[in-house]
């Protein structure tokens, strides 16, 4: 049998948590969890889909009579739960500037009394996504289908959970939950985005929406489709600056095919439809139809 060094190996790996801790000023006093954790927030969002939708995403046992007692105490450990990871967090950001732990505590309880009560609009808002998609795909038998099956759907679950959860001051326990779903479905909706009601996105792999896009109403994107950035503007000193609006601005009952790019913060108005391929830097105008032929044929980008 072979042997290895394994004492030297921890040891050296020791070395380089703790040059890795000391350059990013963390504490080497001896504690709990300094940070939120992937596997709990995978558990706690497994547990809200339950709760959103428990006939269908529930527990496979689970009766019409006993809903309410499932999705209450479904709901009490999930947000106990989130709460804890909120927390975590929000300790994790004031690691450089102390703060009261009581203070902390009662932000982190009043952001997540704030997501759960969210909650019954997030279902309403979901609710549309699957009617978009049931009435948006003639391959769709049902909205139940839809619901369990379309890798869009899922995606935009995370998201409303995700998006809420970044407007409660919880960018990190959003950004986990989001890049979950990422990693499921190979579509990557930053927590950031604003998405209206009715959002179907179809087949849905390679699909990005960068953190500051805003789509409106009724609108579908299908595979690879990007609403990304043109450019990064610096500082002074060369630093990206971070937050800046630089993602499209998509309106209402917009359509956008399969490998289209828009970058920048252009403007898809109301009703365009952008074909497949197609490389979008400049606004459209409301009704347009852009194709890739008629971009080649205008010179434009």
Same mark, same amino acid.
């Given at each position: ?19 890795? @801790? +000391?350059?990013?000023?963390?504490? &080497? ?6 940070? *939120? ?16 939708? =428990?006939?269908?995403?529930? *527990? ?12 209450? #105490? ?12 909120? @927390?975590?967090?929000? &300790?994790?950001?004031?690691? #450089?500037?102390?703060?009261? =732990? ?14 759960? %009560?969210?909650?019954?609009?997030? &279902? ?34 995370? #998201? ?13 326990? %959003?950004?986990?939950? %989001? ?11 930053? =927590? ?38 043109? &450019?990064? *503007?610096? +500082? ?16 209402? +009952? ?30 459209? *105008? ?14 434009? +980008?």
């Amino acid at each position: 049998m072979a042997g290895f060094e394994v004492g030297e190996i921890v040891s050296a790996l020791r070395g380089a948590r703790e040059e890795w @801790r +000391d350059a990013q000023k963390r504490s &080497r006093e001896p504690g709990s969890r300094e940070f *939120p954790s992937r596997e709990a927030l995978a558990a706690i969002v497994e547990s809200l889909k339950g709760a959103l939708f =428990p006939m269908r995403l529930g *527990p496979p046992d689970l009766r019409h009579e006993s809903e309410d007692f499932y999705v209450g #105490h479904t709901l009490d450990s999930a947000l106990q739960s989130l709460l804890t990871q909120a @927390r975590l967090e929000l &300790r994790y950001n004031a690691r #450089h500037q102390p703060r009261d =732990p009581a203070e902390i505590d009662a932000e982190a309880a009043q952001a997540i009394r704030h997501f759960a %009560a969210a909650l019954p609009g997030i &279902r309403r808002l979901l609710d549309g996504d699957v009617l978009a998609a049931w009435q948006g795909d003639p391959a769709a038998r049902s909205v139940d289908e839809v619901l369990l099956c379309y890798p869009g759907i899922l995606a935009m679950i995370h #998201h409303r959970l995700a998006h809420e959860l970044y407007g409660q001051g919880l960018p990190l326990l %959003a950004r986990i939950v %989001a890049e979950l779903a990422h990693g499921q479905t190979g579509i990557d909706i930053h =927590p950031g985005a604003r998405i209206d009601a009715g959002f179907f996105i179809d087949h849905g792999t390679g699909v990005v929406i960068g953190e500051t896009t805003v789509i409106g109403k009724r609108v579908r994107l299908y595979q690879a489709v990007t609403l990304g950035a043109k &450019r990064f *503007p610096t +500082d002074a000193e060369g630093n990206l600056q971070k937050g800046l609006p630089r993602h499209p601005i998509v309106e209402d +009952d917009v359509v956008v095919y399969a490998g289209a790019t828009i970058l920048g913060r252009v403007t898809l108005g109301k009703g365009a439809v952008i074909g497949g391929n197609t490389w979008i830097t400049d606004d459209v *105008p409301a009704g347009a139809n852009i194709t890739q032929a008629m971009l080649q044929k205008a010179g434009c +980008d």
